[in-house]
């Protein structure tokens, strides 16, 4: 009776698992060992604790995928997975507000009277004096073509499994990863062409902090969804999604499609409204 009274219970109790208690000692070791290292250690602390963590998140995952295959993922389970990762995404929305925030803040405000460090950084004025800016209809304008249309395939790809065309899924998947690669490869050359990255007394200036933690989180969040995605095409190959139960790609589309909305955001407010400046083009 107790088993058949759990067969149908619409939530699942997950088992014992040792990833949460080994996952928060990896995190432990990680942080402890990036501290370690930008006071003049090894980094092999470091690397040893971001490998522990990129171990959990794996094995974690695996169990969550023999769960969905076990049918613990009930209507009422799948409902609340999708909570979490809604819920995962509004967070990482806050955090890009951070950074455009700080670059409003030190765009808006060049010239506070009771800020003279300001005034020092800026020259009264944004960009600030001496710093060459990109042109914003070269790569930017590129890579925002690329993730667009990168938006197009992971949603072609979405409706292909809908209709369980199997061919469709891999190939979309398949381009969208090869875009965001292409995205990668793209901001890595614009990056190594960014004259204003290291001038200043200091080797920075405020320009180019608030330029590079913005788009380089961003830059950060466009690999790790790649990585994703990448994983969603090993799991399509291996026929893992139904039409009806593919929460894992469903959730990768949904991050996909936040990092195109920030890149938009970044594109229209830090390259075009940011321009009013000398322009440089990497040659």
Known sequence: MADA?????DYHLVEPSPWPVIGAIGAFVTAVG??????GSNPFIMIIGLAAVVYVMAMWWRDVIKEAHKGDHTPVVSLHLR??????????VMFFVAWFWAYFDAS????????????????????PQGVEVFDPWHLPLVNTLILLTSGTTVTWAHHAL????????KLGLLIT??????FTCVQAYEYAHARFAFSGDN?????GSTFFMATGFHGFHVLVGTIFLIVCLFRAVRGDFTPKQHFGFEAAAWYWHFVDVVWLFLFACIYVW???GTVIKPE
């Open 5 to 9: 009274h759990a067969k149908h219970h």
């Open 34 to 39: 990036a501290i370690m290292w930008m006071h």
């Open 83 to 92: 909570y979490g990762m809604l819920l995962f995404i509004a967070s990482e």
């Open 108 to 127: 808006l405000f060049t010239d506070e009277a009771i800020q003279a460090s300001r005034v020092a950084a800026t020259g009264g004025h944004w960009p």
């Open 162 to 169: 809908l209709h369980n065309d199997r061919r469709g899924l």
């Open 177 to 182: 990863v090869i875009l965001g690669a292409l």
């Open 203 to 207: 080797g920075g200036n405020i320009y």
């Open 274 to 276: 940011g321009s009013w």
